[in-house]
């Protein structure tokens, strides 16, 4: 075989392998998404209010997931949820302020999805968000959200 030819048939080798990374890249799993607990959320809690962790800093803008439960919605046909550390019978928005829970993330569904009984346990996963935003359409006040989120029971 002459140089030439290897050559050619190495060039032909390297063209075939770069023209199957599309496809490889399709059958990839995609990267799952990092985990989150209710103990990761805050650095500190202080006269100052509360500091939102390092790894909560970091996740900003990534999708996380979130295991907890659903606290009973304030309506039926809600694309929202809160997601709280423990079983919590009653809305957290209806509580009083003793009763606020202090670890509560208030969950966006990327679609309307059937709501679950609050005992049951739920892993919540989307696009983390933290810092004060007030949501327009209901004046709910939140310091932590996923949104485009979906949840599912574990």
Avoid: H
């Avoid at 346990?121 to 939140?142: C, H, K, M, N, R």
């Amino acid at each position: 075989m002459t140089e030439e030819t290897r050559r050619f048939f190495n060039r032909r080798r390297v063209l075939g392998a770069l023209a199957a990374l599309p496809i490889l890249s399709l059958s990839r799993p995609a990267l799952a998404a990092e985990t989150l607990g209710f103990g990761e959320l805050y650095k500190s809690f202080g006269v100052l209010g509360l500091e939102f962790s390092d790894k909560v800093k970091r996740l900003n803008g990534q999708d996380v997931t979130v295991k907890g439960f659903m606290a009973p919605p304030l309506k039926a046909e809600a694309n929202f949820f809160v997601l709280t550390e423990i079983p919590m019978s009653l809305c957290p928005f209806c509580s009083s302020d003793a009763d606020w829970p202090d670890n509560i993330v208030v969950v966006y569904l990327a679609r309307k999805q059937t709501f679950v009984q609050f005992n049951a346990p739920i892993e919540a996963q989307g696009v983390l968000e933290y810092g004060s935003w007030i949501d327009p359409e209901t004046g709910f006040v939140s310091q932590l959200r996923l949104r485009e989120a979906a949840f599912n029971t574990v």
